[in-house]
């Protein structure tokens, strides 16, 4: 199937993707520059390009591993460097936003240290749990979560802390596990009387599935998986999927209501897409340990079957179209297929680091970090 480019357009230097948000006709990228926070308004169809700055830039942070230590770096600004610490422990952890960077430092007696810091790196406040043997940090735009499992009911806890302030917002003792997040959404998901159960939160900590929900939180298509995909909370996500023993439930986190219930597909491990105005669903499926992605329809009868797919992070499957961001260990690229005869067919790959934004019926938008650019499937 031709593959036809539309256009092109470059995105400011010196700057980073940090946010990804889709309206009617445009998506808009929020770009972690050097000396400001940028919004780049493109529409998807036309190419048409709206920039303007709409703040300073917020905290930003990364985590180097080292054998016996960690570095912690904080940014304001894209490459503009805050602070730097060393950390020692079994593990250490840490989130930025906005205003507030939240370091995680287990130690070697299981006690996990706790800290909100600022960009001049001064601790605002502090906490320690002890007992953990596990826990995750993760972040949605404002809001940042601290979750662990422990061998006591206290150490097993959840933490909600405002990245504007850095105050704890909610602190929930005897249920915590592990967390996905979105660009608006953080979901903890941990054991409770014998079964996984989901609590959702928004960015200003409200929870948003009141008394929590069984089943473990998948965000498609960013976050196909119930386990957290490093880079997808900068997508914007209007669905979230609870993924049960049995059942598949399709969440709108915005209503609080869960909009449709189906049967799991047989050997399903992760969901890419449900569609409830075409009645199908895309999973991410493992038979005799070989990864596919098969489309049911709401009968449960195959539409369509790949071939075996490996080392996808995460696809967008629309129409006749698939695209998938794969990384086979050496490049990191979009494989696009077509659906045809039943299965799928590779017409291109783009990359090294190109990532899929946006499949809406023959338009499909990538970007590397430098440069979006439209395409058209003929």
Request: hydrophobic share 40%; aromatic share 10%; charged share 20%.
């Amino acid at each position: 199937m031709p593959i036809r480019h539309a256009w092109s357009r470059a995105l400011p230097s010196n700057c980073s993707l940090d946010a990804v948000r889709f309206r009617e006709e445009y998506i808009e990228l929020r770009l972690y520059c050097a000396d400001s926070m940028t919004l780049y308004t493109v529409n998807f169809i036309s190419g048409k390009v709206d920039i303007r700055r709409i703040g300073e830039p917020e905290l930003r942070g990364a985590v180097e591993r080292k054998r016996e230590f960690r570095i912690l770096t904080c940014y304001k600004g894209y490459g503009n460097r805050a602070w730097s610490k060393i950390y020692r422990g079994l593990n250490t952890k840490m989130i930025c936003r906005k205003d507030v960077c939240v370091v995680a430092n287990l130690k070697p007696n299981y006690a996990l240290d706790i800290s909100a810091v600022t960009s001049n790196g001064d601790v605002l406040e502090s906490v320690t749990v002890g007992g953990v043997y596990h826990f995750e940090v993760a972040g949605s735009d404002n809001l940042i979560v601290v979750t662990t499992r422990g061998i006591r009911a206290d150490s097993t806890t959840t933490m909600l802390i405002d990245g504007s302030t850095g105050s704890v917002i909610d602190h929930v003792t005897g249920f915590g596990g592990s967390a996905v997040s979105s660009l608006d959404y953080v979901f903890v998901y941990g054991e409770h009387e014998g079964k996984i159960i989901t609590h959702g939160y928004n960015n200003e900590g409200e929870e948003i599935i009141p008394g929590g929900e069984e089943g473990l939180p998948i965000l498609p298509p960013f976050n196909p998986i119930p386990h957290r995909v490093p880079g997808s909370e900068i997508f914007e996500v209007k669905k979230v999927v609870l993924m049960e023993k049995n059942f598949l439930k399709l969440y709108n986190p915005e209503d609080y209501v869960i909009e449709y219930t189906l049967l799991k597909p047989p050997f399903t491990r992760g969901v890419f897409n449900i569609n409830i105005h075409n009645y199908s669903a895309t999973v991410l499926a493992q038979i005799m340990g070989w990864p596919f992605i098969i489309n049911y329809d709401f009968k449960g009868r195959v539409i369509w079957s790949s071939h075996i797919i490996r080392d996808t992070i995460y696809g967008i499957v629309t129409g006749n179209i698939v695209a998938l961001y794969v990384d086979n260990g050496k490049i990191r690229e979009t494989k696009l297929y077509s659906v045809k005869d039943n299965t799928l067919v590779l017409e291109e790959s783009f990359g090294p680091n190109a990532l899929p934004l946006l499949v809406r019926r023959s338009n499909i938008l990538l970007t590397d970090g430098r440069v979006v650019a439209s395409y058209m499937m003929e």
